[in-house]
């Protein structure tokens, strides 16, 4: 493997965090913030520096084309170094308690998970709060993806590294350039960024809160500046214009660039699209049944509170308007189930995600026709076109695997004491990058009671739900280290 040029890589990668450091070191003398100012600058400045020292080391190092190994080791270790030099900021401004609750902090950024061991954001520095968000924003389209224009500098082709990192089965190559496509996606992403920053300005948030939230909504993410997240606002039009927006970050971002290039055929014929907005209606009309009358005094209210928390929880967003813990066992079953569906595939979303669904009950439809028809064909089709065998292997090898890595994380969990609920919740949530849970970690609480070496535990879900299983574990198989 070519391991010095995926070296030079992180390196870069590295000095662009550096570089984002130090932006967030210039907002903190703006706000006045001391500790926080020499904590990002003193992070930036040492990134900087080890980075530009490898980078002369590797300087005359021939440009070389990964292989598809390279790829599944670049990406993991990219986001191992992001994660752990973007908790130094927290560590040494002494916002946190230990470098392990950093990790996990940061770890819950850059994967788009949300959960928090921060027990008072609202006392956070402003920066802090920025940076926080800020590695939602980054992590959401993906880090390595945000260096893929300028891996051509090093003659390191890109495609593998979105085969590795893309949150989906399949990936759909936008453009014939793998360069231009990352760039595509950036620029629709930008766009939603601007969108929402505006439209929630415009709903009475300052500057500030509506950049934070916008980053953490585009990026499915669920950071907030507020101790009460969302239902801190108590306004229907901030509730249906992040609502929105989570249900547009749902989808796949292929669609998003086709829509508005005007080719809207395949966009309105996609299946995962139909049964995600089907899913979307349907656990939001039960959800709103189950709460009119109960909770909220008539439907429409019901409806702005449960397409809301059904939008949270199938995008694995994670933000909460209310305390859904509170509300009738029926609605509270509705939101569990979508903790393991997740957003469409080539989205910012985590979770199982919706085409594995469709085609493992599709598949499950075929082996029952076999059963009557033993010696017939059928052919397993999405979206007209048939589905390669090899394709459903993977899937099927992937929906075992994360219900197995979820039991062994429920069951490590377990045994920090904590109840059943609790356990499943906890590994359900971090595995599929949503956030908040259901028993000691609901939208009203979060996870710093744990020990910290569950705390390692959760984040170690969380970096391998946001790479899709294969990535990371197969780092860990003898077969991928022999030549």
């Not at 130094?88 to 928090?116: C, K, N, Q, R, W």
């Not at 109840?419 to 710093?448: M, R």
Request: hydrophobic share 50%.
């Amino acid at each position: 493997m070519h391991y010095r040029a995926i070296i030079k890589t992180i390196a870069i990668l590295q000095v662009i965090i550096a570089a984002f450091h130090l932006l967030c070191g210039v907002l903190a003398i703006r706000f006045g913030e001391s500790h926080a100012t020499n904590s990002f600058f003193i992070s930036g400045s040492l990134l900087i520096s080890v980075g530009a020292v490898a980078l002369y080391i590797l300087k005359d190092e021939k440009p070389k084309n990964l292989s598809t190994k390279d790829g599944f080791l670049l990406v993991t270790a990219s986001w191992v170094a992001a994660v752990l030099v973007g908790a130094l900021p927290y560590h040494i401004a002494g916002v946190v308690p230990t470098y392990a609750d950093a990790v996990f902090e940061t770890i819950s950024g850059f994967s788009t998970t949300g959960a928090t061991i921060i027990t008072d954001i609202e006392a956070l520095p402003r920066s802090i709060l920025f940076w926080r968000s800020l590695t939602h924003w980054l992590g959401g389209m993906g880090i390595v993806v945000l260096a893929v224009a300028v891996l051509p500098l090093l003659g390191i082709g890109g495609m593998q590294l979105i085969q590795a990192e893309a949150p989906g089965p399949t990936v759909d190559k936008l453009t014939p350039r793998i360069t231009e496509t990352a760039k595509y996606l950036w620029y629709i992403y930008l766009f939603f960024t601007v969108a929402e920053t505006v439209l929630l300005m415009l709903g009475g948030m300052t500057l500030f809160d509506s950049l934070n939230h916008t980053f953490a909504t585009v990026a499915t993410g669920g950071f907030g500046t507020k101790n009460t997240n969302v239902q801190h606002y108590n306004s229907a039009y901030v509730d249906y214009v992040i609502t929105v927006f989570m249900l547009l970050s749902g989808l796949n971002f292929s669609l998003h660039f086709r829509f508005l290039t005007g080719n809207f055929k395949p966009v309105f014929a996609d299946s995962e699209l139909k049964t995600y907005l089907v899913i979307v209606t349907i656990a939001t009309l039960v959800t709103a049944y189950s709460l009119t009358g109960t909770v909220y005094p008539d439907f429409a209210t019901s409806v702005r509170y449960a397409v809301f928390n059904v939008a949270s929880f199938i995008t694995t967003t994670g933000f909460a308007n209310d305390d859904y813990e509170k509300w009738p066992f029926l609605a509270q079953t509705v939101l569990f189930l979508l903790m393991f569906v997740g957003g469409c595939s080539g989205s910012t979303g985590g979770g199982i995600k919706v085409i594995r669904i469709i085609t493992l009950l599709k598949q499950g439809l075929n082996e029952m026709k076999y059963l009557i028809h033993p010696r017939a064909v059928f052919a397993l089709r999405i979206n007209g076109q048939p589905v390669k065998k090899n394709i459903v292997y993977a899937i099927s090898g992937f929906f075992f695997l994360y219900i197995t890595t979820a039991l062994i994380v429920a069951l490590i969990v377990s045994t920090s004491g904590v109840d059943i609920a609790t356990a499943f919740s906890a590994s359900l949530t971090t595995l599929g990058n949503i956030g908040p849970g259901f028993g000691l970690i609901g939208p009203t609480e979060n996870f710093a009671f744990f020990p910290e070496y569950v705390k390692w535990v959760l984040s170690a879900a969380m970096l391998i739900g946001r790479l899709e299983i294969y990535t990371v574990i197969v780092l860990f198989t003898p077969m991928f280290w022999r030549k």
